[in-house]
């Protein structure tokens, strides 16, 4: 598997070694030293995923992602210092698809790399058409549209993907562990609770910043559900 991938990384101690790697490994590798030059590059390239570091001079990791998200569905792993899970919660919250944590291995990051592609072409060939609809709840598969009470409803490309996964067995309680292999397409899916910060932000969108959540219910000690109606 192949790839055409953009890492954005200002320390050139891990930018040059990950570049080595993943050219080592067929992937096409574009290096960028800053977050405007990272996020020029992301609009303006054809690139099937974005390594991005979440301290860069000019616009900080976040701020890079966060306006991507407002076009893109680029997947987007972030790398993070070891101890800083609000770095990476925050990430997840602004749409990132995974992070990794300094120091990491080559391999180790390689191994994710290929987990994203490969759950690309999964999505591609298991959405290629359909409408599912659960209640006043409609997603279109095909265009990764979704609609509530007829309103249009923006997702990353994670949180659509959690959403088909629920909807496709309305009333069953997925656990968190199984919710996070579906969406990593691989059995090392870090910590957990990643899964809560992917639904919460779901669960924001779909109920449109209501208190109270109605589409996606917590079954404590469990995992989560969507109801059947």
């Excluded at 609809?133 to 095909?142: F, K, N, P, Q, T």
Aim: proline share 3%.
């Amino acid at each position: 598997m192949t790839g055409r991938i953009l890492v954005a990384d200002d320390e050139p101690d891990i930018l040059e070694p990950l570049e080595y790697g993943l050219r080592l490994e067929g992937f096409d590798v574009e290096c960028v030293r800053d977050g405007e030059a990272a996020l020029a590059a992301a609009l303006g390239g054809d690139f099937d995923l974005l390594i991005l570091d979440l301290v860069m001079p000019k616009l900080t990791g976040r701020e890079v992602c966060s306006r991507l998200r407002t076009t893109s569905t680029i997947p987007i792993i972030m790398l993070t210092a070891r101890d800083a899970e609000l770095d990476r919660v925050v990430g997840l919250e602004l749409g990132a698809d995974d992070y990794v944590t300094k120091p990491f291995s080559i391999a180790e990051l390689v191994s994710r790399v290929r987990a994203i592609l490969r759950r690309q072409e999964f999505e591609r060939r298991a959405n290629s058409g359909g409408t599912r609809r659960i209640g006043s709840l409609e997603l279109d598969l095909a265009r990764h549209e979704v609609r509530v009470d007829g309103r249009t409803v923006h997702l990353t490309r994670s949180e659509f993907k959690l959403l088909a996964y629920l909807a496709a067995e309305p009333g069953r309680v997925f656990s968190r562990r199984q919710i996070m292999e579906h969406l990593w397409q691989s059995t090392y899916v870090g910590d957990e609770r990643a899964c809560d910060t992917h639904v919460s932000n779901l669960r924001r969108k779909l109920d449109g910043g209501r208190e109270t959540p109605s589409r996606i219910v917590t079954v404590r000690d469990i995992g989560y559900k969507l109801p059947s109606a």
